[in-house]
């Protein structure tokens, strides 16, 4: 099993381009999240799904959609990409609530948004 | 507002000593709380869950309380190694997870 595997690794954006991260998950779970994660500060949830087809928003997801057409697969995509995006971004996947269940984190993506 | 605070010092400890990292609550009181083990440039990796009604857990070297009253959790490692250095994340929930900033540890030979 590979886990949670997440694309890109690594990304330099100029300010107003868009992107998508992709992340998949090969054990079968219906919760998926995205983080974003800053020096000095928690990690801080973007959005997230419960399950195939639903999303809802995490405490920082302005600037951020997502999609969860497939239920192995959770997309991040940012529109008009801003400075204030520089980040490193985590997917998190678990079986059910991460509130109480392990999480399980992909490697991250560190994108640099000039 | 809701807060899990963590010492953002780097804490240095000895091989062999007991390593001992807190994780205080604010303006919350969280059903569950658990530890992730962050290695730079991975994602976490989680460690230990405790409830609230739990006072201690074990696994292996680590041990992790849950102090109600004090409105903290205390994560031990004991007969620390050179590997265990990492940052450790503490995340507290009842419907949502607030993760504290992180504690870096770092054992010396």
């Known amino acids: 099993n590979a886990g949670v595997t997440q694309t890109p690794k690594f990304r330099v954006l100029k300010t107003g381009q868009s992107m998508t991260l992709l992340c998949a998950q090969d054990?079968?779970?219906?919760?998926m999240y995205w983080y974003r994660q800053d020096p000095g500060m928690g990690l801080r949830l973007i959005h997230y799904?419960?399950?195939?087809?639903?999303?809802a928003k995490g405490e920082v997801p302005d600037g951020y959609n997502v999609s969860r057409l497939k239920k192995q697969n959770f997309l991040l995509g940012l529109e008009s990409a801003a400075p204030s995006q520089t980040s490193v971004y985590f997917c998190?996947?678990?079986?059910?609530?991460?509130?109480?269940?392990?999480?399980?984190f992909g490697p991250g993506t560190r994108l640099t948004v000039l | 507002s809701q807060k899990i605070e963590q010492n953002s010092e780097a804490l240095n400890i000895q091989e062999g000593k007991t390593a001992t990292l807190t994780c205080n609550y604010t303006?919350?009181?969280?059903?569950?709380l658990q530890w992730y083990r962050q290695d730079p440039g991975r994602g976490p990796v989680f460690l230990l869950l405790?409830?609230?009604n739990e006072k201690e857990k074990r696994k292996e070297r680590l041990k992790v309380t849950f102090d109600t009253t004090l409105k903290q959790s205390l994560f031990h490692i004991t007969a620390s190694q050179p590997a265990d250095s990492a940052t450790y994340l503490c995340?507290?929930?009842?419907?949502?997870?607030?993760w504290g900033a992180g504690t870096k540890l770092i054992i010396k030979p």
């Open positions: 303006n919350y009181s969280p059903a569950y």
């Open positions: 799904s419960v399950g195939e087809g639903t999303t």
């Open positions: 405790i409830r609230e």
């Open positions: 998190a996947s678990s079986l059910t609530s991460g509130s109480t269940d392990t999480q399980y």
């Open positions: 054990m079968n779970h219906e919760y």
């Open positions: 995340a507290g929930s009842n419907y949502q997870l607030i």
